[in-house]
């Protein structure tokens, strides 16, 4: 991995009334241009060096150690922006965020907690690809590579199946297509079997007779009222997620979902993309017609064996109706990008599409 390195830019793009994106650029200025896209609403990786030729333009607040020791520092800016896009309305309408680190940075420092609410109007998987694409006009980049993981390998294929003349590459990690089948493994049965005492709490605050629809349960309870009743549901499916996105459980990143700003943030974004289904057909993304669109574009994924957030098989359906990508599963990986595997194949992809 590279070393971790500072963005040279930071700027701020009015998108509309409600809402102004935050980016960063890093890297080298004369690099080939790249866009990392977050693993938000998934937000689980925080931390991973690629190659430093890529001129990142992530869609986050500040996604300092993943995508700038990721990619190589010649592969010019790298533009950040957060991939989930969690649209907040406070004093600057809305922010794409990435990171716990960087949503409580801003909760620190720039904003009174008391203002801080999460924003959904405009906030759709539409919103965002319209939004990659502003930022792209406004920093005069005709076309980029793209990088993913989880919830940014969502929005980086419909981003490139929308505009598929304006991405040289793709490498993509954790799979997700937010199909009904992946949400209901993940959230209703599948990885309850492998983490029996995490899903034991995860469907605690939810009655009995509500638990045939967890997505819906907790949306009921997120968007509650009572705010006890909001942040309890909050920290329980945040913690979940915590606890089953390493192949061995990290106990200081499961902590985090007792964070109870971080926790209602991820959990409100994630359950309001979830229970609209991305505002995607069923398995829009692996359909041959979308991804004909983009079989031109080089393509590599990486993919965990024991991911059970975004599980294998999702990325090998894409490999069925897209053989001509690159698949990596590595043996002994989880759902994070931190996986000691993972991380050398995604330095790997980054160096190759470099010079590309």
């Known amino acids: 991995m590279y070393p971790a390195i500072e963005p040279y830019e930071k700027g701020t793009l009015k998108v509309s009334e409600i809402h102004t994106l935050y980016y960063e650029l890093s890297g080298n200025k004369d690099g080939t241009p790249g866009l990392w896209h977050t693993a938000v609403p998934r937000i689980t990786d925080t931390d991973i060096h690629l190659s430093s030729d890529l001129q990142v333009v992530p869609e986050a607040a500040q996604i300092p150690s993943i995508a700038h020791s990721s990619t190589q520092p010649s592969i010019r800016h790298v533009t950040m922006l957060s991939s989930v896009a969690m649209r907040f309305s406070t004093s600057l309408p809305r922010l794409y965020f990435s990171i716990k680190e960087v949503l409580e940075s801003l909760l620190r420092k720039l904003y009174d907690r008391e203002m801080f609410t999460l924003l959904i109007e405009e906030n759709t998987t539409w919103d965002l690809v319209k939004d990659i694409e502003k930022v792209r006009e406004h920093l005069g980049i005709e076309k980029w590579h793209v990088f993913g993981g989880s919830w940014g390998s969502t929005l980086s294929l419909v981003y490139a199946q929308s505009y598929p003349d304006r991405a040289k590459s793709l490498v993509l990690r954790g799979i997700f297509t937010l199909r009904k089948s992946e949400l209901k493994f993940f959230y209703q049965e599948g990885a309850s079997h492998l983490f029996p005492e995490a899903w034991e709490e995860y469907v605690a605050p939810i009655p009995e007779a509500e638990r045939h629809d967890m997505v819906l349960a907790y949306h009921a309870q997120l968007n509650s009222n009572d705010e006890e009743t909001r942040l309890k549901a909050a920290k329980a499916w945040t913690k979940w997620e915590m606890f089953t996105s390493k192949l061995f459980v990290d ?19 994630e359950n309001h993309y979830f229970i609209n289904d991305g505002w995607m057909r069923d398995g829009q993304l692996l359909e041959k017609q979308e991804i004909d669109k983009i079989r031109h574009i080089p393509t590599v ?4 064996r024991y991911d059970v957030v975004c599980p294998a098989t999702t990325a090998y359906a894409l490999k069925k109706v897209w053989p001509e990508i690159t698949l990596h599963i590595v043996p002994d990986a989880g759902h994070s990008s931190r996986e000691p595997g993972t991380a050398k194949l995604l330095v790997e992809a980054t160096d190759r599409f470099a010079d590309f």
């Open 251 to 269: 106990p200081a990143h499961v902590a985090e979902a007792e964070k109870d700003d971080w926790a209602n943030a991820f959990a409100r974004i």
């Open 301 to 304: 994924v990486v993919q965990g």
